[in-house]
């Protein structure tokens, strides 16, 4: 495979990563949080799962848009907890089917302009092999995945340490799944 590497402020890097995803192929990209690995839910599920290594039982975050939240799960969310998006905060919820499933929606624009124009949501999910520290240099991130992932894209900017922080809300209290960027303690 012959993989692109790109800087997030290029003119066409928004077209290229669209381009990619809807070719059903993978994008490694800085997130609000950490750098992720990207690509269309539910069309990308099997080849993140290889590529991860990661157990069937250990699902991805879904990157949405407030638009899709109705046809993610029919849950009614807090509005407290809803102000906290966009933001770096990851909520466990029901699906239609209740199956549990993460939302998050992300506090950037390149991110919100993707899920825009494939309108559908995205798998997101660190750029590491599952139990591996995730990587956070551009170059590490070519050399281990440059075989399954098409395209990746650079920045200059100083990323978050934390991935984001994951509250459960399918159970009563809450529960915190990882403490990540964002405390969410009060509403426990």
Request: hydrophobic fraction near 40%.
């Amino acid at each position: 495979m012959n993989s692109t590497i790109m800087n997030k402020s290029d003119t066409n890097a928004l077209d290229q990563v669209i381009g990619v995803l809807k070719q059903k192929k993978l994008v490694i990209l800085p997130c609000d949080t950490i750098y992720g690995i990207i690509g269309l839910a539910p069309d990308t599920y099997e080849t993140l799962v290889s590529i991860k290594k990661r157990p069937n039982e250990k699902h991805f975050i879904h990157y949405v848009t407030f638009e899709m939240l109705a046809r993610m799960t029919p849950m009614n969310i807090d509005d407290a907890l809803l102000a906290l998006w966009p933001g770096k905060v990851t909520f466990l919820v029901y699906d239609h089917q209740r199956n549990k499933i993460s939302l998050r929606i992300p506090d950037d624009r390149f991110l919100h302009s993707i899920l825009t124009e494939v309108g559908q949501p995205l798998y997101t999910t660190s750029v590491n092999i599952t139990g591996k520290t995730p990587l956070t240099d551009i170059q590490q991130m070519v050399e281990k995945f440059h075989r399954s992932v098409d395209l990746f894209i650079e920045t200059q900017d100083t990323l978050d340490e934390h991935p984001s922080t994951i509250l459960d809300l399918t159970t009563t209290p809450y529960t915190l799944i990882r403490q990540g960027s964002v405390d969410v303690s009060s509403f426990m």
